[in-house]
């Protein structure tokens, strides 16, 4: 194996979801059906076409029902096979047989930093990457694959990134570019959630990473910033002054699922693509949106 490999990946998923409450009071914002399959199960399935074989995912109190998804169900195994359903049978087995998973539970909420620390023990001395669960990425190759490839080829820490409207900089971690190819940056500089007048470029980090394991010396170091919490941003602007940074642009359609209104618009497509659903899916949307159909639902909602 080369000591570029990368194998193993951290999905971080303690976060409180207090953007999608009373929804996640007590279910895990992960668990969230984007149309038939939790938005983790998304981020588990991109790391394994990325060639992603160790999966770890940072939990908290919760959390469970995420490593009862990834578990096998006898009991519902059975209840299928009784009931002569063996393709579904099938998938369900399969969720188990993604990866290999580990749990480690972060017990406070300190950051996305803390998050990837946690998982310093079974990462090892290995380049590693880190998955964000709530962007959700559509594309012909896997994002994470893409990453992995730059990253074989430059041997540095290597960030996704895509472009966004100058005025949503604010939103995200913008990086300084120093243009290397097309779609590839040498990162001069990061800023967490800039004002736009601040904005190096729009340039934003969208929750997919390629780390060394160097960072972890880092983050032990890094003071806690807003909130409390240990940013890995500032423990990024780091590593880029002690060796080199790159940003790639993913090619694919990214869906920020994390809010409200995103995740009903990351629903919406997938429920389009879908094979069994799309095409009823979009005839209803089709009539919703014309002036008969608004003719229609004003009578039934009258009746």
Do not use: W
């Not at 914002?29 to 394994?48: C, G, R, S, T, W």
């Not at 470029?201 to 170091?221: C, E, H, M, Q, W």
């Amino acid at each position: 194996m080369s000591r570029y490999d990368v194998r193993k990946a951290v999905i971080p998923a303690a976060g409180l979801g207090t953007r999608f409450l009373p929804a996640t009071k007590a279910s895990p914002k992960e668990m969230l059906p984007l149309v038939d399959k939790p938005l983790i199960q998304y981020a588990v399935e991109e790391a394994v076409a990325s060639g992603i074989e160790d999966i770890i995912i940072i939990t908290g109190r919760g959390k469970r029902a995420i490593e009862d998804h990834f578990d096998r169900s006898v009991e519902l195994e059975e209840n299928l096979k009784g009931n002569g359903k063996a393709q579904l049978l099938s998938q369900m087995r399969h969720i188990s047989t993604l990866a290999n998973f580990c749990y480690v539970r972060q017990s406070e909420a300190l950051g996305l930093g803390h998050a990837v620390l946690c998982a310093q023990r079974l990462i090892g001395d290995e380049p590693f990457a880190v998955i964000l669960g709530d962007e959700i990425i559509d594309a012909p190759v896997a994002g994470l694959a893409q990453l992995i490839h730059a990253y074989k080829k430059r041997h540095g820490a290597i960030l996704g990134v895509q472009e966004v409207p100058h005025h949503d900089v604010s939103r995200y971690g913008i990086v300084a570019p120093r243009t290397l190819s097309a779609g590839l940056h040498r990162v001069e500089g990061l800023i967490e959630k800039p004002a736009p007048a601040d904005a190096p470029s729009n340039l934003a980090v969208i929750g997919r990473y390629v780390l060394p394991p160097d960072i972890f010396s880092i983050l032990r170091k890094t003071r806690p910033g807003k909130n409390g919490e240990i940013q890995l941003t500032d423990a990024l602007v780091e590593l880029a002054k002690k060796s080199p940074m790159f940003a790639l642009e993913i090619q694919g359609q990214r869906y920020d699922a994390g809010d409200k209104l995103g995740f009903l618009i990351a629903t919406v497509e997938f429920a389009l693509k879908n094979p069994s659903l799309g095409p009823e899916f979009n005839e209803y949307l089709q009539n919703r949106m014309s002036p008969s159909g608004e003719r229609r639902k004003t009578r039934a909602v009258k009746a």
